[in-house]
C-alpha cells in the first residue's frame, strides 16, 4: 500500500515569539500529530474552572492548498486536569497566514496554569479537498433513511 507524499508545512515565528521554544514536533515516529507549545513571553495564564483563553503558539503556518491543519486536544491535558481544545477540532485554512492560537477551556475542577512552553495541543495535517456542491430536487435512498443520533442502535 503506497501512502501519499505529506506535505511540506512552511512556519514562521510571529514578531514576538520566543525563538528558544521548540517548532512542533512529533514526539514518536508513529505520532499522528505534532505537539503546539504555548508562547506566553515567558509567563503563564492562570485557567479558572470553566473558563477560556485564546492561548498564543507564537507561530503561522503556509499550509498548501488542498490541506488543512487541524487543532486537538492532548489526552494527558483532558484526563488529568480536565483542559481541552474548545473548537475540537480546530480548522487552519490553507489560505490563513495569521498566527495560530489554541483556544483552551479547563473543564476540571481546579485552577490549572498554562505555563510558556507547555504543550498545549497537537496539530494533525490532513487533506482537505473543496467537493463540488450541487442543488438537486431529492437525495438517493438509504436503509439507514432518515434515522439520526442513536438511530443505529447502542452498544
Known sequence: MSKTEPPVIAIARTADADPA?????YASSGAAGADLRADLAGGSVDLAPGAR???PTGLTLAIPAGWEVQVRPR?????KHGVTVLN?????DS???GPLGVILINLGEAP???AHGERIAQMIVAAAPQARLRLVDTLDQ???GTGG???TGTG
Do not use: Q, V
Request: hydrophobic share 45%.
Open 53 to 55: 483563553a485564546l492561548i
Open 112 to 114: 490549572f496554569r498554562i
Open 75 to 79: 489526552s494527558g491535558l483532558a484526563l
Open 88 to 92: 475540537s477540532p480546530g480548522t487552519i
Open 95 to 97: 489560505d490563513y497566514r
Open 142 to 144: 438509504t436503509a439507514r
Open 149 to 151: 443520533f442513536g438511530s
Open 21 to 25: 521554544l521548540p517548532l512542533p514536533e
